[in-house]
């Protein structure tokens, strides 16, 4: 056990999101990050790496810009459909 003070553990920079849509879906990279950089408004270099599975996909979003993108993710459109959108 560590004795004394607790030490600063670091902040991680990069939040993650999950869409539940995938490949199924037709979802690719693009279309996310269309969402998030066109209709959502945010930059590009909070957008991280995304991956996109059969059934779901996972975006990386810097922590700071991570709620704006949660919340234009619920109330906005990937292609046109609604997704279910949440945090990790």
């Known amino acids: 056990p560590l004795a004394g003070k ?16 995938g490949r199924t879906d037709k979802l690719r990279p693009g279309d ?4 998030l950089t066109g209709d959502a408004g945010l930059p590009k270099d909070a957008v ?3 991956d996109v599975f059969p ?17 234009q993710l619920r109330a906005g459109k990937i292609k046109g459909r609604k997704f279910r959108v949440n945090p990790i």
Request: proline residues 5%.
């Open 55 to 71: 059934t779901r996909s996972y975006v990386a979003i810097a922590r700071n810009q991570a709620k704006h993108a949660l919340e």
């Open 32 to 35: 996310i990050v269309g969402a």
């Open 48 to 50: 991280g790496k995304i």
């Open 6 to 21: 607790p030490r600063d553990v670091p902040q991680a920079t990069m939040a993650t999101l999950r869409i539940d849509a």
